[in-house]
């Protein structure tokens, strides 16, 4: 019985070390040596510290900044451990709502969004302003949800639209080799160009 059992045991102590130890560690000195930046998460950094990530969206409610798209993700309530809470781009969460269109919540949130955001701009309301992503982490929108809170922004900032305008454009990735995926604006970048212009 050793005697067969000896060869399976070697191949799960040879498996594990190959796919459990090996493997991980050379990914990870190559994505170091390759692509230093994202390997180490993308982050972002304002005078020394980090202040975010490049690949997750953050929450921002001033009137002066641009916001993100609404987020899913939850954790566990802290007072009642079988219910939960909103926690917005929590990473550690990611999951979309899975909210079908005839459910009364998701109805009900995206009337609340729009709400708001109709009382701040006349325009049509960008779909990516009201619904989630399917991570509920996206740190981007598209260039008409940042065209669309430029007034509110410019108000708050005392700022021109125009000046708004061409951070916008400045900031707005266009499509991957010109036809892969779809124009969009990483706000946490552009609420830091924002910040840098002087009045």
Do not use: C
Request: a negative charge.
């Amino acid at each position: 019985m050793l005697k067969e059992l000896r060869p399976a045991i070697l191949m799960v102590i040879m498996f594990t070390l190959l796919t459990g130890i090996t493997y991980p560690l050379a990914m990870t000195g190559i994505a170091q040596v390759v692509f230093p930046w994202q390997a180490n998460g993308s982050l972002v950094e304002k005078d020394g510290k980090v202040i975010g990530s490049d690949l997750i969206g953050q929450v921002f409610t001033d009137d002066r900044y641009f916001h993100g798209r609404p987020s899913a993700t939850n954790e566990t309530d802290p007072n009642d451990s079988t219910k939960t809470v909103d926690a917005p781009y929590n990473a550690a969460n990611s999951m979309g709502s899975n909210l079908g269109p005839t459910s009364k919540s998701l109805i009900d949130r995206v009337n609340t969004e729009a709400t708001k955001l109709k009382s701040e701009n006349t325009r049509p309301i960008p779909v990516d302003l009201v619904t989630t992503s399917g991570s509920g982490l996206d740190p981007d929108i598209t260039p008409a949800a940042a065209e669309f809170q430029i007034p509110r922004v410019a108000k708050a900032r005392g700022m021109s639209e125009e000046a708004l305008r061409d951070l916008v454009a400045s900031h707005t990735q266009g499509r991957v080799l010109g036809v892969i995926g779809e124009p969009y604006v990483r706000v946490l970048e552009l609420n830091l160009a924002v910040d840098q212009v002087k009045k």
